[in-house]
């Protein structure tokens, strides 16, 4: 049988024969895995479409042990990214995130379209890498089902002098925090940052990036999404580690 679909490369594992394993996130299959045949091969036609970060139409052959890749057509291949080693680590940082959530048919579409805007972005340089990041890593939670609980004070509804704690996704403010275990991990919440998270989870996909920060509450947005992300996943992501070399 044979299948048609639209998505980006996140990844590649090299087989046996010239062979690839290709990571696709779709938006229609949620994140699948393709063979992709003799693609090292000097005159093969899917070299191209092959490498991370290739957006592409693909027609796949669905066989009893997965896909294969019979066609792929490129449709943008970031290839600016590519020459910038910060902008370049970033973006494999957000690949190696979305494949560590494993995007379903449910939410694949949202979470390309996520990643495409992302990279879109990072590539023309309309918004810096560290807000990027940011917005990334805490809509990609929120499409995915870890969206922190950002109505204010879990107590009392409050929206100022507020605690985060990341384990719990959850806002206490300073007259209500007294429930929680004083070891529990928390920060302070600027109410900048807290309206900033808001928007991220709750803004239209076209309205995601329609707001500023000042350089110190982007940076305290990016060390609060990262923490959050890290608290969320359990996960150690290598690009990441990376990426934060890029900028020491």
């Known amino acids: 049988m044979t299948v048609k679909t639209r998505g980006i490369v996140l990844g590649q594992i090299p087989m046996r024969d010239q062979d690839k394993k290709l990571?696709?996130?779709t938006q229609d299959m949620g994140l699948i895995e393709a063979i992709a045949r003799k693609v090292n091969g000097a005159r093969s036609s899917l070299s191209?479409?092959?490498e991370v970060l290739a957006y592409s139409d693909f027609c796949l052959y669905a066989g009893k042990s997965g896909y294969i890749v019979n066609t792929a057509d490129l449709l943008e291949n970031f290839y600016n990214l590519r020459m910038d080693l910060e902008k370049i680590s970033l973006a494999s940082y957000l690949c190696e995130l979305?494949?560590?959530?494993?995007?379903?048919?449910d939410n694949g579409g949202a979470c390309?379209?996520?990643l495409l805007n992302s990279l879109w972005l990072l590539e023309h340089g309309k918004r810096s890498p560290a807000l990027i990041k940011a917005v990334y890593e805490l809509r990609l939670l929120s499409i995915s089902g870890f969206a922190p609980d950002l109505?204010?004070?879990l107590g009392c509804g409050a929206e100022e002098e507020l605690t985060f704690y990341p384990i719990d996704g959850s806002l206490f403010c300073e007259h209500c925090r007294g429930v929680m275990p004083p070891?529990?991990?928390q920060m302070k919440l600027p109410q900048p940052v807290f309206y900033a998270m808001r928007h991220i989870c709750e803004a239209p996909?076209?309205?995601l990036f329609s707001f500023k920060l000042t350089p110190d509450s982007e940076k305290a947005l990016g060390f609060v999404t990262e923490y959050f992300t890290l608290c969320q996943t359990g996960g150690k992501f290598k690009a990441l580690d990376f990426y934060k070399t890029m900028l020491a």
């Open 98 to 105: 979305t494949r560590f959530i494993l995007p379903d048919r």
């Open 23 to 25: 990571i696709i996130l």
């Open 183 to 185: 070891d529990r991990p």
């Open 151 to 153: 109505s204010g004070c």
């Open 112 to 114: 390309l379209k996520l």
């Open 48 to 50: 191209a479409a092959a």
């Open 205 to 207: 996909d076209e309205k």
